[in-house]
């Protein structure tokens, strides 16, 4: 007997995104978490849709940036994942970030209280039994070594993988205000969302040759040549692309003014709010290999942070995903047997909210093959088509790595001829930079907004 019910394997992002929606068409599901009975190198709780790395979804702005176009299109579809980030959001500037534990027990409470979700605790160590009808596997970049070699084992792929580095966590009462600020990059947000410690060129370099000179973490032989994800790279690997990469990066200090002289340091390094009592601050941009006492020895140079207690230090582990466009048919369905789906990081897409947005997809997807029903896939002008559309089939399957969402995976946008103006007969210039973003933004706000009114666009 088929069972009718969409089993969800993996509690994190994309996973609980995928069960929300799928729940809300009627569906019953049960999502499988292996914490808290077996544990990862990453995650410290047992909590559904716990964040390891940073605590910011990226850019809210749906005029001119990606990100904010996807959070706009996840919002028009009833999100859990957005809907909880809003609630439990901290001041981040132009950023939507998150109280962590806040988001994650939201979350969590929400599932739990869905009467057609089931959660259970347990790992699921192999490729599922053939009764599971509609399966989602969204076990992230820490899958499990048994169900990875499972999946490899199914798909003859050799493993893909890249490694993902952890920012240090600082508490707000260590740190020194007589030296650091609050200020946001040209002020935006409420102007102040950020705490900014400034370097002088002395001690930027001295911070820099620190940093490189630092004892790292050592790897095992078999992930020597893993390479690193270029979104989160350690602050010390971009650091050996050249001294003054981090000062063009996440040290880069335009659009901010020391307020005691007015002066622009040489470099800053920023920290965001990571809770809603502001009792934490993690070091934006700063993930590292260094091993933990270096760490505290190297970040204690940084003017203003002489005296920091670290509530959490930074790391690193190994990611893994699948080699997408040439294993997924475009319902992200694995095309040696259709009945399994693949959602999140898994897929090669990089971030939080990309990876709940092929939840999001994937649990729709499940949710009509249960019901007998068509599913229409989202616009390709929409942030959501045009990461589907990359991940099964629009990028190289030979190159592929993890991607963010960015404008580049969106069609282009096709403008008519300028009209001469009737007096000097100039033709106004196309626009261009952001202008341009402006536009693909709303070309694809546009279309989700139709796609949504369609009613789940399950038809």
Not at 92 to 97: C, F, V
Not at 348 to 363: F, N
Request: net charge negative; hydrophobic share 40%; with cysteine.
């Amino acid at each position: 007997m088929a069972d009718q019910t969409l089993h969800v394997i993996g509690g994190g992002m994309a996973g609980c995104e995928a069960a929300w929606q799928a729940a809300n068409r009627g569906v019953r599901v049960v999502i499988h978490e292996m914490r808290p009975h077996r544990k990862t190198d990453a995650h410290k709780t047992e909590g559904l849709a716990e964040l390891v790395c940073s605590n910011s979804f990226r850019s809210d702005d749906a005029t001119g940036n990606a990100v904010g176009v996807l959070h706009a299109e996840m919002r028009m579809l009833s999100s859990i994942i957005l809907g909880c980030g809003d609630e439990t959001a901290v001041p981040a500037g132009g950023a939507l970030a998150v109280d962590r534990d806040q988001f994650s027990a939201a979350v969590e409470e929400r599932i739990k209280s869905h009467p057609m979700i089931t959660v259970e605790r347990g790992e699921v160590d192999s490729i599922p039994p053939e009764e599971w009808e509609q399966v989602i596997i969204a076990t992230g970049p820490l899958t499990s070594t048994s169900l990875g070699e499972a999946i490899r084992g199914l798909t003859g792929e050799d493993d893909l993988a890249f490694f993902d580095a952890i920012a240090p966590i600082v508490h707000t009462e260590s740190i020194n205000m007589d030296i650091a600020w609050f200020q946001s990059r040209y002020d935006k947000g409420d102007g102040k969302d950020y705490i900014n410690c400034p370097l002088d060129r002395d001690q930027y370099h001295a911070l820099i040759d620190a940093m490189l000179a630092a004892e790292k973490m050592d790897f095992h032989e078999w992930e020597s040549n893993t390479p690193y994800f270029e979104g989160c790279m350690p602050i010390e690997v971009m650091a050996e692309r050249g001294i003054d990469t981090p000062r063009f990066g996440p040290m880069k200090p335009v659009g901010l003014n020391n307020p005691r002289d007015g002066s622009r340091p040489h470099a800053v390094v920023q920290l965001r709010q990571d809770n809603a009592l502001g009792t934490l601050y993690n070091m934006v941009g700063f993930q590292t290999k260094m091993r933990y006492g270096p760490q505290v020895d190297v970040f204690r140079m940084i003017p203003g942070l002489e005296n920091a207690a670290f509530a959490r230090l930074g790391g690193l582990h190994r990611n893994t995903f699948i080699r997408s466009p040439k294993l997924l048919d475009g319902s992200l369905r694995l095309k040696v047997m259709p009945r399994l789906r693949f959602a999140g990081q898994m897929t090669g897409v990089e971030g939080y909210v990309e990876s709940a947005a092929i939840g999001l997809m994937a649990g729709r997807m499940a949710a009509a093959d249960l019901l007998g029903e068509k599913f229409t896939p989202p616009p390709l002008e929409t942030a959501h088509g045009a990461l589907l559309s990359h991940i099964t089939g629009g990028a190289n399957s030979e190159t592929f790595q993890p991607m963010n969402v960015n404008f580049g995976l969106f069609p282009e946008l096709i403008l008519p001829d300028p009209v001469p103006d009737p007096v000097t007969g100039r033709k106004p210039r196309k626009p261009k930079g952001r202008d341009r973003k402006a536009l693909v933004a709303q070309r694809a706000l546009d279309a989700m907004q139709g796609y949504a009114d369609l009613g789940w666009a399950i038809i």
